[in-house]
């Protein structure tokens, strides 16, 4: 458990908190690039970390990120008029480009200093993988570059990005992702019920059937340079086999599906605070060996995986508000938890806890090894940056984040790193060109 100290430093990320400050040292999925379709298109309203900012495409099809406060009086940004490569407020007409520099104030008389002076505060943005990312750190000649997820170094038709709004602290989201001990329950049949035989052990019903036989993995962490690879490892039906399953956690907030086999889709996610109380999960799925087909695509845009069925605002059609659709009929019957899809049931568990988890009341096991060591390495680095300044070095090693995941059947006697070597070619599950 921790301490309630430790529980504020983990969850909080306003401006000038500690694990605020460490958050915005690294480039932040602000909206999906078909938020702005449009060069010249309506700015949307976001959230991020307790700010309210305003984002926009200008003329030249650049983002623009700003505070949704006008510098004049006040007025907010979002119903400003996007036109000829800057926002323009409709209260008074001043007109900021997508850098934050006044480029039109009418009612300054020329000459005044005030034309070169006037900024709105704006932070830099970047568009990869079909996102749209901001650095929200301090001003500086050594800002890192976005991380090199390798989703989006993929062709688009490679590729499948969403987002989703969880009612929840972004850190009970991360924990759900980093504990595969709860695939033996949460997601499985109803009690009961037997999986399809099937003697290929790449087989997902022979997996399924290993974790519902076995609640307790054996939990093995390798520290990387961007974070950690977690991996579980479950009995199969032999004595001289393992069956692993392995998560990439990558600073500050991504994460990934762990039981993808050679061959399939990949998925992962990244979690951006809204407030401390509510958060993004941008996922995306990506298959580097082949385009994603029209199947695969249809099962995304309603919901698989990770990825829930959402509405047009991006908000989970099953959700807080109608009790996940739970069906208790369904519950006795068919599945563990009588709610429809797998991100669902994690989004259900994940909000159950309350909008911030009290970590203090909590009594952990041995399963729960990944979370404790996420804490640890979360809090050490935003205690450090407050208490010593000392500045991340992950954001600025772009290329330790092209990372897979996966599930593997190993023999026994191989530790996790001789696993990943055998599943991914590197013992860390990083992606070499």
């Known amino acids: 458990m921790l301490t309630a100290a430790e529980n504020e430093i983990l969850t909080g990320t306003q401006a000038d908190t500690p694990m605020g400050e460490y958050f915005r040292r690294f480039w932040q999925p602000v909206a999906l690039s078909e938020e702005l379709p449009e ?3 309506a700015p949307i309203q976001v959230t991020v970390m307790g700010e309210d900012m305003v984002t926009f495409r200008d003329t030249e099809g650049r983002v623009g990120l700003v505070e ?5 009086r006040g007025a907010n940004m979002f119903f400003g008029r996007n036109e000829e490569c800057g926002l323009r407020c409709v209260y008074h007409g ?17 000459g005044v200093r005030m034309h070169d002076t006037i900024r709105i505060k704006a932070y830099p943005t970047r568009e990869y993988g079909d996102m749209v990312w901001a650095y929200m750190g301090p001003p500086t000649d050594n800002m890192p570059e976005v991380p090199c997820l390798e989703f989006g170094l993929l062709a688009d038709s490679k590729r499948y990005v969403m987002k989703q709004r969880l009612e929840c602290n972004w850190v009970q989201a991360m924990e759900g992702d980093l504990d595969t001990s709860h695939f033996s329950f949460l997601h499985m049949p109803a009690p009961g019920l037997e999986t399809t035989e099937n003697k290929d052990v790449n087989s997902p019903n022979r997996h399924l059937e290993w974790m519902r036989r076995d609640g307790r993995p054996k939990f ?3 520290d990387h340079e961007v974070g950690f690879v977690a991996g579980g490892a479950r009995a199969t039906d032999g004595d001289g086999e393992l069956y692993w399953r392995m998560t990439q956690f990558m600073l500050p907030s991504h994460g990934t599906g762990p039981a993808t086999v050679p061959g399939e889709t990949y998925y992962g996610m ?4 809204i407030t401390d109380t509510s958060c993004w999960m941008y996922c995306y799925a990506w298959n580097p060996e082949r385009d994603l087909h029209d199947a695969e695509l249809a099962k995304f845009k309603e919901g698989h995986g990770i990825m829930a069925e959402i509405d047009a605002d991006y908000m989970p059609v099953r959700n807080r508000g109608n009790d996940y659709g739970i069906d208790r009929d369904i519950q006795k019957q068919q599945t563990y938890t009588g709610v ?11 909000q159950s806890q309350g909008l911030i988890v009290d970590r203090t009341r909590e009594n952990l096991t041995a399963t729960d090894a990944a979370i404790v060591h996420f804490r640890r390495l979360l809090i050490g680095a935003a205690t450090e940056l407050a208490r010593d300044g000392k500045e991340p070095a992950a954001p600025h090693n772009p290329e330790a984040y092209c990372t897979r995941p996966g599930a593997h ?25």
């Open 94 to 110: 001043w007109k900021f480009d997508v850098t934050g520099k006044a480029v039109d104030l009418p009612n300054v008389p020329p």
């Open 340 to 350: 429809k899809g797998t991100a669902e049931q994690d989004i259900m568990v994940q």
């Open 270 to 273: 990244t979690l951006v605070p």
């Open 220 to 222: 093995d962490l390798l």
């Open 39 to 41: 060069a010249d298109g």
């Open 68 to 72: 949704s406060r006008c510098p004049h």
């Open 409 to 433: 059947v190993a023999a026994r006697s191989k530790e996790l790193e001789e696993v990943l070597t055998e599943r991914f070619g590197h013992p860390r599950g990083r992606v070499l060109a």
